[in-house]
C-alpha cells in the first residue's frame, strides 16, 4: 500500500484553508518527513506499492510519483476499485508478503472474512467529500 508521495503538500493545503497557516512553512518544516524523500533512500529491500485506479484521493499520478521513486526491487499492483481497495488487494498482499517473508499465506476465503470496523468504513466514507472538495481548492 502506499499513500500520498508528499504528504506534507496534501496537509498543507488543509492548514492552510483551516487554519490560516502558511502553506510554504508547513512545508518547510513537514516536508522533511514526506515518503517520497525516503522511499528513494531505503537500503535495497523489497517494497510492493499497491494503488486502486478509482481511488477517490489517490489518483494514479500521484501512486506513480511514489513507485518512480522507490528503489529497486519494486512492484507496482494495481485494483479495479476504491481507496478501500478490494479482496483481490488484500489477497496479493498476504501472498507478497508470505513469498518474502516465507511463511504460508492465509487462504483467500480466511482474508475474505476481514472486515474494516463498520465505524472505520462510515469515516472514510463522510470524509471522501471533503477531501475531494479541499484537494481542488
Known sequence: MAGYPDMSRQLAHLSNRYLKTSAEDFVRVAGSVDGVDFV???????????????DEVIE????????????????IFW??????????????RASWLAKKLRFQAPNAKRIAEAHLPQRD???WQASVPVLRATMKS
Open 60 to 75: 494514479e499520478d500521484v501512486g506513480m510519483r511514489f513507485f518512480d521513486a522507490a528503489r529497486e526491487p519494486k512492484e
Open 121 to 123: 468504513l462510515e469515516y
Open 79 to 92: 485494483y479495479d476499485a476504491g481507496h478501500a481497495f478490494n479482496n483481490s488487494a488484500l489477497c496479493d
Open 40 to 54: 528513494g533512500n531505503a537500503p535495497p529491500s523489497a517494497i510492493l506499492f499497491q494503488f486502486a485506479r478509482q
